[in-house]
């Protein structure tokens, strides 16, 4: 453990292991063209695309976790470079379907493989990404995604306490 983490707080780890994860995922799609959130919007794209769905962008934003506001930008900014399409829903005309093009399959494979040993890098530690300590931390992480997180709840209590 590194000499400034021995008396974090578990939200202070999670915030700096993030902001690790998402700067270096950045450097290493930079070449491909993408930032960290266009390779996560694609690569969620292009497993949704394999499990043969065509999500809307809504979809696609509660699957990333990312605000709708922010995959229009980024689907906009993505259709710009020739990556994906976006059409309109047949079934809904205020949903925007996306989809990638065959260039938008060519570069997200290759991020996909970049992200993957950079994720073997960072997870060598645990012993790996097929450790049994990466298994039990991944569900940990997602244990935690789970966990119902409502920050109005925790201030509005405190506002009623205070005289």
Same mark, same amino acid.
């Given at each position: 453990?590194?000499?400034?983490?021995?008396?974090?707080?578990?939200?202070?780890?999670?915030?700096?292991?993030?902001?690790?994860?998402?700067?270096?995922?950045?450097?290493?799609?930079?070449?491909?063209?993408?930032?960290?959130?266009?390779?996560?919007?694609?690569?969620?794209?292009?497993?949704?695309?394999?499990?043969?769905?065509?999500?809307?962008?809504?979809?696609?934003?509660?699957?990333?976790? %990312?605000? #709708? =506001?922010?995959?229009?930008?980024?689907? +906009?900014?993505? @259709?710009?470079?020739?990556? !994906?399409?976006?059409?309109? $829903?047949?079934?809904?005309?205020?949903?925007?379907?996306?989809?990638?093009?065959?260039?938008?399959?060519?570069?997200?494979?290759?991020?996909?493989?970049?992200?993957?040993?950079?994720?073997?890098?960072? %997870?060598? #530690? =645990?012993?790996?990404?097929?450790?049994? +300590?990466?298994? @039990?931390?991944?569900?940990? !992480?997602?244990?935690?995604? $789970?966990?119902?997180?409502?920050?109005?709840?925790?201030?509005?209590?405190?506002?009623?306490?205070?005289?």
């Amino acid at each position: 453990m590194s000499k400034g983490s021995e008396n974090a707080t578990p939200g202070f780890l999670v915030w700096r292991l993030s902001m690790k994860w998402r700067t270096a995922v950045d450097r290493a799609v930079a070449p491909l063209g993408l930032t960290h959130a266009q390779y996560s919007l694609t690569a969620s794209l292009y497993g949704m695309q394999r499990a043969g769905e065509r999500p809307s962008q809504r979809r696609l934003a509660d699957h990333t976790g %990312l605000e #709708p =506001l922010y995959v229009s930008k980024l689907a +906009r900014s993505l @259709e710009s470079a020739g990556l !994906l399409e976006r059409t309109r $829903d047949p079934r809904d005309p205020r949903a925007v379907q996306l989809a990638l093009t065959e260039q938008g399959r060519t570069t997200v494979r290759q991020a996909i493989d970049v992200v993957h040993e950079l994720l073997q890098q960072l %997870l060598a #530690p =645990l012993g790996g990404l097929d450790s049994d +300590r990466t298994r @039990e931390l991944s569900r940990d !992480l997602a244990t935690l995604l $789970d966990a119902p997180l409502d920050p109005f709840v925790h201030t509005s209590e405190q506002i009623k306490e205070q005289p």
